[in-house]
């Protein structure tokens, strides 16, 4: 199947700082790219779409400003969350759609654990 | 009304036994359908997909839709330690995927 990677697998940060994480598709090019959030034992909350290029879309509730995502190329898209606070502290994982395989069909990077200090 | 509806388990079953994994929905307007397994700390796999109402088989997994029903199923044969995992039902109309809650599966060797 198609693989996407996500970097890094892990981050700890200090309150009040910014923490990037990529999102990669490695052998297919992803029109759209999704960005969720999972907190233990719940299932997956999408938080924004993108397209390659243009502005993302943020689900109902979810701080644009706070969760800053850009879709630069075909192959990336990065999640770049500001002014980090406890509360952010979660799982990310980030989705690639494509024609891949054959298959129009999503897949998913390994996640990102952050936690805020 | 959730859109996609899915039993959170546990489902607790013996190694080699048959597992069957099911999501109701409510939403007509969905036309694929997957199926992921996620391992803890881990981002969901890709297991099965297909698009229309029927089977489709894949080694030991089958998954199985009835569109007419709004009902979706995987099943697992010679069910392994190994498949232990959540398991995430998944369905699309046009852009957006819709989860359900996850069955989180555990064989005992």
């Known amino acids: 199947g198609a693989v996407v990677s996500q970097h890094p697998s892990r981050v700890i940060c200090k309150s009040g700082t910014s923490v990037k994480i990529e999102c990669r598709s490695l052998?297919?090019?992803?029109?759209?790219m999704f960005w969720y959030r999972q907190f233990p034992k719940k299932s997956l909350m999408l938080m924004a779409t993108s397209n390659e290029g243009s502005k993302a879309t943020y689900e109902q509730g979810v701080e644009k400003d706070k969760f800053l995502i850009n879709h630069a190329s075909l192959t990336l898209s990065t999640l770049t969350v500001t002014s980090a606070h406890p509360e952010d502290s979660s799982f990310y994982i980030c989705?690639?759609?494509?024609?891949?395989?054959?298959?129009?069909?999503?897949?998913f990077g390994p996640g990102t654990r952050l936690t805020v200090l | 009304q959730k859109e996609v509806e899915q039993d959170p388990g546990p489902l607790s079953v013996p190694e080699g036994a048959i597992v069957s994994l099911n999501c109701t929905y409510s939403n007509s307007a969905f036309q694929y359908f997957m199926w992921y397994r996620q391992y803890s700390r881990k981002g969901p796999e890709l297991l099965m997909y297909?698009?229309?109402?029927g089977n489709k088989e894949d080694g030991r997994f089958t998954a199985q839709v009835d569109k007419s029903s709004k009902y979706i199923s995987l099943f697992i044969r010679d069910s392994q330690p190994s498949d232990s995992a959540t398991y995430l039902c998944?369905?699309?109309?046009?852009?957006?995927?819709?989860f359900g809650t996850g069955t989180r599966l555990l064989v005992s060797p």
């Open positions: 052998d297919f090019q992803a029109t759209t």
């Open positions: 998944a369905m699309r109309s046009f852009q957006k995927l819709v």
């Open positions: 297909t698009y229309s109402s």
């Open positions: 989705s690639a759609r494509g024609s891949a395989w054959g298959t129009d069909t999503q897949y």
